[in-house]
């Protein structure tokens, strides 16, 4: 059967003398670069080993190709691997970048056979070579058809037997094992017609040196009980254990793979299971969020019998070689390695700072700059080559140097080769976007997808960001591969201010965002003036989407705040600002920064209790019953001998001139508003706090969140820079809250809350960085050394605004709380803040007895 299925081949390659220059140039083309890939290879080999022989490099190219077919084969016999890989050394040489499609045809397709194959041959596919698997009874007539209409096609085509009693996915997995490209694109009897066109298009171009098998419907395998979750295409790349077909698959990964030794029974997921022992790869499912991708992918699965609940990302399957156990060099999260990928030369010295803090604090770097001619001169070459060893002027910092050539995917090999020289999987890629003049981007960019496909956190930063990123090098590892993990939202509260709103508009744009996508929320009250609904109309925003949302029924400044924004997930985060609010351009820094230390950082600086993150410096103590008082964090913790006055620390006071809420926090607050105002628990006139001013604020969401931080001792996290620098100030012009008054009073007031913003560096001076890192020991505190402040602005401590909250509870409700109980409560459930815990245990013992009481018959 080995020998069988190639049997019979047409080949076909008549070229007529008119029409035909668009394919000869397509295929020369492909020619071409499949050899200046391959001598490209061998002179990075030879630049690497410089002693190395000519002759010494082509033996060690074709061992490292036998390597990466083959792989290690640590759970199966060496009976079982000579049976799964017949004899792969003998096929012919892979021709780089090419693809071969294999199908079926079947005595019922025949009529659908011209359909897929103008689809293979079309403008926007990279298909280089045709094979078609069909059962031996039908061939005749498929050699006449394929002659009558496709004679003038410039391709390779050919016919490969269907052997008796092999079902589908067996037969072209045996062709496509047998394939001279680098590439096989295997499509099963349904086509691809089902696919959405722009993830048709995806898989028949060229697909950039991803060498993962890549498809849009697969899914996960359970390491117990051999239970497969469905996996459908989604808004972000995912991995998976198998795919089905229609997939691309790189050729080494199965030439000379025999797929009959494969069980016949869930074939696929069998065959993931195999190529993962075999190689240690998964597959990838890329990014797709076209509902008719997902809909056939759910009947496909449902076809298959798997488990279509959505927690297939939960269920994945180890790799079979690691039986439970990972290492840096199969576990991303679990290497201490990071790299560094800058554009030119010049941002090595902007960033230096960054990579000089983290090889200093232990972990591995390796530095790459992609376009080293960008600071000598610009190459013609048609291959690159790497300098490595080079040494930075700056703190001695080793770097290798890409001198890139006219061959873009050449240039992406060179970057894959860098990545592979390391022999451990990069925890950690960062890499400055953009500004490779001449360059291409788009193979550097496959080469990234490919390593954030297998689990490594690629940190992609455009490049005029980069002089403003000193602080990320007091994160730690963990908090880098977190990067993505939050989703910061910004929420606009504008009314009739129009040139407040302009000044705030400006200043978000001029902020820096580091290549993250955010979102805006413009929320326009009811009695928005021309001017200001003029300025919405306007505002272009390039880091994500603007949502506007215009009231018709005012609504008030409680109503519009506590709207505003509503999270969508446990990772979602509202920067809440009203319109005479300005923001520092480094105000996204201080929020992605101090999130990544205390959300998704080490486990002990993660507390449920921390509410959300202050832009804004307190300078006012306005809780305080007999008024407004001036505060200095500063003074204060130099009059309790704390050791660094410069700490940032937490208070109580919510903040609402700039600041982040939390997802979880902003929940519970609405569930308790909804309680609060309909009076059923606890009258509006009473009050909850005692001894503050805001219980005189009727018409302020801040009283009442105020009360839920009270009952529950939560703090927010606030800035405490040197001379009041902040990431946001208030105008505290005339709105809700500030009414008209004489100039010179306005004047003064409005200066007990304006504040200098943190501005980075221009170059001009001597002083360097953003600021950010003016902190003790240039790095956030832990979690313990923060120190408390209450709502008056006085020293405290966790465990005693807690209990201050617990035993407020018991008062107001007259009796022992659920939320006032340590062992009971439950986090961020604001009923627990009015339940009493006799009540639901009462209704825990009728529940019981009603159990008893049922009468339970057993039918023998």
């Given at each position: 059967m080995k020998s069988k299925e190639l049997s019979l081949s047409i080949n076909i390659r008549q070229l007529h003398q008119n029409g035909r220059h668009k394919g000869r140039v397509k295929t020369w083309i492909l020619v071409v670069t499949a050899i200046l890939l391959a001598i490209g290879r061998l002179l990075l080999s030879t630049l690497r080993h410089p002693d190395v022989k000519q002759d010494e490099v082509s033996i060690v190219a074709v061992a490292d190709s036998g390597n990466v077919s083959l792989g290690a084969f640590p759970n199966m016999s060496p009976k079982l691997m000579d049976a799964m890989f017949l004899g792969a050394s003998d096929l012919p040489f892979l021709d780089s970048g090419s693809i071969t499609a294999v199908f079926p045809v079947t005595e019922n397709s025949l009529d659908e056979v011209h359909e897929i194959i103008e689809l293979l041959t079309s403008d926007e596919s990279s298909v280089s070579a045709i094979a078609i698997v069909c059962?031996?009874?039908?061939?005749?007539?498929?050699?006449?058809?394929?002659?009558?209409?496709?004679?003038?096609?410039?391709?390779?085509?050919?016919?490969?037997?269907?052997?008796?009693?092999?079902?589908e996915g067996p037969a072209l997995m045996n062709v496509a094992s047998s394939v001279s490209t680098e590439y096989a694109l295997v499509v099963d009897s349904a086509g691809l017609g089902h696919l959405h066109d722009d993830s048709r298009e995806h898989l028949l171009s060229h697909p950039l040196l991803l060498d993962l098998p890549t498809g849009f419907c697969g899914g996960n395998s359970t390491n117990v009980e051999r239970r497969l979750f469905c996996v459908v295409p989604s808004s972000g790349p995912q991995p998976v254990s198998f795919l089905f077909p229609p997939f691309i698959i790189p050729s080494l990964l199965i030439r000379g793979f025999n797929a009959t030794v494969v069980s016949d029974t869930d074939f696929w997921p069998s065959l993931g299971n195999a190529l993962a022992q075999a190689t240690g790869t998964r597959a990838l499912i890329p990014e797709s969020d076209d509902d008719s991708n997902g809909d056939w992918c759910r009947s496909l699965c449902k076809k298959y019998n798997l488990i279509l609940d959505g927690s297939s990302r939960d269920q994945c399957t180890t790799p079979p070689d690691s039986e439970g156990t990972s290492d840096h060099r199969t576990d991303p999260s679990q290497s201490s390695s990071l790299a560094i990928i800058l554009p030119i030369l010049s941002d090595l010295e902007a960033f230096a700072s960054v990579a000089c803090r983290l090889s200093e604090n232990g972990y591995t770097t390796h530095v790459l700059i992609l376009s080293h001619d960008q600071d000598h001169a610009s190459s013609e070459s048609s291959f690159p080559w790497l300098h490595d060893h080079l040494i930075s002027s700056i703190c001695n910092i080793s770097y290798s140097a890409l001198h890139t050539s006219s061959n873009d995917f050449a240039n992406a090999e060179a970057v894959k080769f860098w990545l592979d020289s390391a022999n451990e999987l990069?925890?950690?890629?960062?890499?400055?976007?953009?500004?490779?003049?001449?360059v291409s981007e788009l193979p550097f960019t496959a080469v990234l997808e490919r390593q954030s496909a297998i689990g490594i956190s690629v940190v992609q930063i455009p490049q005029v960001d980069l002089p403003y990123c000193d602080w990320l090098g007091s994160l730690s590892l963990q908090e880098l591969r977190n990067w993505h993990m939050p989703d910061v939202q910004i929420s606009v509260i504008t009314d009739n201010r129009?040139?407040?709103?302009?000044?705030?508009?400006?200043?978000?744009?001029?902020?820096?965002?580091?290549?993250?996508?955010?979102?805006?929320?413009?929320?326009?009250?009811?009695?928005?003036d021309l001017e200001t609904r003029r300025l919405v109309s306007a505002f272009e925003w390039n880091h994500g989407g603007v949502f506007v949302h215009h009231r018709v029924v005012h609504a008030g400044l409680l109503t519009a705040v506590v709207e505003s924004w509503f999270p969508r997930s446990n990772h979602s985060y509202g920067v809440l600002l009203e319109d005479d609010v300005e923001v520092s351009p480094l105000f996204y820094a201080w929020i992605k920064m101090t999130l990544l230390r205390y959300r998704?950082?080490?486990?002990?600086?993660?507390?449920?209790?921390?509410?959300?993150?202050?832009?804004?410096?307190?300078?006012?103590?306005?809780?305080?019953?007999?008024?407004?008082?001036?505060?200095?964090?500063?003074?204060?913790?130099?009059?309790?001998?704390?050791?660094?006055?410069?700490?940032?620390?937490l208070s109580q006071i919510p903040c609402s001139w700039g600041a982040v809420y939390f997802p979880e926090h902003w929940r519970e607050f609405h569930a308790y508003l909804m309680v609060r105002l309909s009076e059923a628990w606890l009258p509006l006139r009473d009050f909850v706090v005692p001894h503050v001013r805001s219980n005189r604020w009727a018409k302020s969401w801040k009283r009442f969140f105020i009360e839920l931080v009270y009952l529950r001792g939560y703090v927010m996290l606030y800035p405490n820079y040197d001379d009041f620098v902040s990431l946001s100030t208030n105008h505290l012009e005339v709105g809700s809250h500030v009414k008209q008054q004489?100039?010179?009073?306005?004047?003064?007031?409005?200066?007990?809350?304006?504040?200098?913003?943190?501005?980075?560096?221009?170059?001009?001076?001597?002083?360097?960085?953003?600021?950010?890192?003016?902190?003790?020991?240039?790095?956030?505190?832990?979690?313990?050394?923060?120190?408390?402040?209450?709502?008056?602005?006085?020293?405290?401590?966790?465990?005693?605004?807690?209990?201050?909250?617990?035993?407020?509870?018991?008062?107001?409700?007259?009796?022992?709380?659920?939320?006032?109980?340590?062992?009971?409560?439950?986090?961020?459930?604001?009923?627990?803040?009015?339940?009493?815990?006799?009540?639901?245990e009462e209704n825990e013992v009728e529940d019981d007895n009603e159990f008893d009481s049922v009468e339970i018959h057993y039918d023998i």
């Open positions: 059962p031996e009874s039908i061939t005749p007539v498929l050699h006449a058809s394929l002659l009558g209409r496709h004679q003038d096609t410039f391709m390779d085509m050919s016919v490969a037997l269907w052997p008796e009693g092999l079902s990069m925890s950690v890629i960062l890499y400055g976007s953009g500004g490779l003049g001449h129009p040139d407040s709103l302009d000044r705030l508009f400006k200043s978000l744009q001029n902020a820096h965002y580091f290549g993250d996508h955010v979102s805006v929320r413009i929320n326009v009250e009811q009695t928005a998704y950082g080490d486990f002990p600086n993660k507390r449920s209790a921390l509410f959300g993150i202050s832009l804004y410096q307190q300078k006012q103590i306005e809780l305080r019953p007999e008024g407004r008082r001036p505060f200095d964090a500063q003074t204060l913790f130099d009059t309790y001998g704390i050791l660094y006055r410069n700490t940032p620390y004489p100039r010179s009073i306005y004047e003064q007031k409005k200066s007990l809350f304006t504040l200098p913003l943190m501005v980075p560096s221009d170059g001009s001076d001597d002083s360097q960085g953003t600021g950010l890192l003016d902190l003790p020991e240039e790095t956030l505190p832990q979690w313990s050394d923060l120190p408390v402040l209450d709502f008056w602005g006085t020293v405290s401590g966790e465990t005693e605004v807690e209990t201050r909250g617990t035993e407020r509870q018991k008062k107001l409700v007259g009796c022992t709380t659920i939320g006032s109980l340590e062992e009971r409560r439950r986090p961020f459930e604001a009923e627990e803040l009015f339940t009493c815990i006799a009540s639901v």
